[in-house]
């Protein structure tokens, strides 16, 4: 992202020779975006309505490599089996987590997009989670903060949207099987509108201290346009009753197994 | 150390006063700036400057932890809430038993108007239709709906079911629906499920909303009252919403107190 941002200066400083301190940057940065961003305002829904179980077996999303797998570092393979064979009841959502990104964007229900000049806002059903995008040129936020849903930065690259994430914490997983990351998982994503009702979704991973290289997944995300569509309110910890249905043994609250 | 905070008390409650009458001054002077679709334009990242009003909306004396305060009752005239007398008895209850009973002790969403005055910042993002804000504190978010005119029939939140329209430079939020299980402050100051809000969103110079909710309750209250407050602009360079992920938090306490 550092050198994105920084060849994109470049470039304003190439096409505007005079411009040379960094506030001049600043705004030349902002003449180079020349034709209007599209406007990803609206409803969307994506293709995973009971939410993403298991990233790698769910067809179509991992792109990247060719066999659809995660490429954990063997240590880590370990950790992920180890996760969905003992600590299901770790599980984040289940806590009543937000989910993290890019899982955040195979959550069931649909999400919403308020675009404004400065900022692409995304508010999902599912959670009540949210994520505010900034499209203003700013840095990330310093890396002793940590977050569920991590720091997104925009950028518009013609009609796509580019979204740089990292401060992402690592209580989130992948999915809900027990595919995992660290704290140093790092996300780039482009939105692009293929047509009117149609968002193309690609994320590009990375997390050296869990995979051997980086990874791509994608999603398409379909226009909701029923005319009186709205997102209600989403209560989870106020309801919660999941931890029953765990024994104490598995992290849960029940004296002994459920039926 | 005591006089020390007491006088910083004072000096932030006099602020708050000050900020109020210089609010009341120029309401009818001030031209807010406009969105692209030509509404008063409220989009920034917002804070409560008083921040007794999450510990009791009433005039109070300071105790541990807890910072004096004027009170933020602009009706009835004495500042204090118009209870019925049983409901008098269970406010004198919550109070007593404030700690554990207070709903935020469980993580549970704040209900309007608690979430405004809550010591975190919020984000509001306009469109034409809607007007979104996005709550630093658990990842909370609510609707306005500028398009739709009446309440939602038969279905209940912990936040209500919020309508809006512009009277002037005023956004005017109508607010129903509410359940019986959300409080006003810490001190235990309560409703029924019967509870009508009526929130009015001023801008009244560049860095300052006024707010004011107007509270009914006939369950209740004897009468219905108002409380007023100034809303602050965020103005410091890249500032963005974080979280407060309470259940999280609550999670590592209980883990840590284990130990």
């Known amino acids: 992202m550092k050198h994105a941002m920084a060849m994109v200066s470049l470039a304003a400083v190439l096409v505007h020779p005079q411009l040379s301190s960094a506030a001049q940057a600043g705004q030349a940065r902002r003449t180079t975006q020349t034709a209007q961003p599209p406007d990803l305002s609206g409803y969307w829904l994506g293709s995973y309505c009971v939410g993403l179980q298991n990233i790698e077996t769910a067809k179509g999303v991992i792109v990247e490599p060719a066999s659809g797998k995660i490429p954990y570092r063997p240590e880590m393979a370990a950790k992920a089996k180890d996760n969905t064979a003992n600590h299901m009841a770790d599980e984040p959502e289940l806590h009543c987590f937000m989910s993290g990104v890019p899982h955040v964007m195979y959550v069931q229900f649909g999400f919403q997009i308020i675009q404004s000049r400065q900022s692409v806002a995304m508010a999902w059903d599912f959670m009540n989670a949210y994520r505010i995008i900034p499209t203003d040129g700013r840095p990330h936020i310093p890396a002793a903060i940590k977050l569920f849903q991590g720091d997104s930065v925009g950028r518009w690259e013609g009609t796509t949207l580019v979204v740089d994430t990292t401060n992402q914490n690592d209580r989130t997983w992948l999915d809900t099987t027990g595919n995992f990351h660290s704290d140093a998982i790092h996300v780039v994503e482009r939105f692009t509108l293929a047509d009117a009702n149609t968002i193309r979704y690609e994320a590009t991973i990375e997390d050296p201290n869990t995979f051997t290289g980086p990874w791509k997944v994608t999603e398409t995300f379909r226009r909701i346009a029923k005319p009186d569509y709205e997102q209600l309110e989403f209560a989870c910890v106020e309801g919660n009753r999941d931890l029953q249905h765990y024994t104490e043994q598995a992290g849960g609250t029940a004296k002994s197994q459920p039926r | ?259």
């Open chain 2, 1 to 259: 150390m005591k006089r020390a905070l007491a006088g910083w008390v004072v000096t932030i409650v006099v602020a708050a006063a000050t900020v109020i009458a210089a609010g009341a001054q120029s309401r009818q002077s001030y031209a807010p700036p406009k969105t692209a679709d030509g509404q008063p334009d409220l989009q920034g990242i917002w804070q409560v400057l008083n921040t007794s009003a999450a510990w009791n909306l009433e005039p109070h004396t300071a105790s541990w932890g807890v910072p004096a305060g004027l009170g933020v009752i602009a009706d009835p005239p004495d500042r204090m809430i118009p209870y019925q007398p049983a409901a008098m008895a269970r406010k004198r209850e919550n109070f007593q038993n404030r700690d554990a009973a207070d709903p935020l002790a469980k993580c549970y969403k704040p209900g309007v108007p608690r979430l405004t005055y809550l010591p975190f910042p919020f984000q509001i993002v306009q469109s034409p239709q809607l007007v979104t804000i996005f709550y630093e504190y658990i990842h909370n978010y609510r609707t306005i709906h500028l398009n739709r005119a009446t309440h939602l029939e038969g279905i209940d939140f912990w936040n209500g079911d919020s309508i809006g329209h512009w009277e002037g430079n005023t956004l005017v939020v109508d607010v129903a629906n509410f359940n019986d299980e959300t409080w006003f402050d810490r001190a235990g100051n309560f409703h029924s499920d019967a509870l009508h809000v009526v929130e009015r969103y001023t801008r009244t110079d560049a860095n300052t909303i006024t707010y004011e909710a107007a509270i009914e309750d006939p369950k209740v209250f004897t009468r219905p009252w108002k409380m007023s407050l100034p809303l602050v602009l965020h103005r410091e360079p890249n500032f963005r919403l974080l979280e407060y992920e309470c259940q999280a938090y609550a999670e590592d306490a209980a883990k840590e107190s284990k130990k």
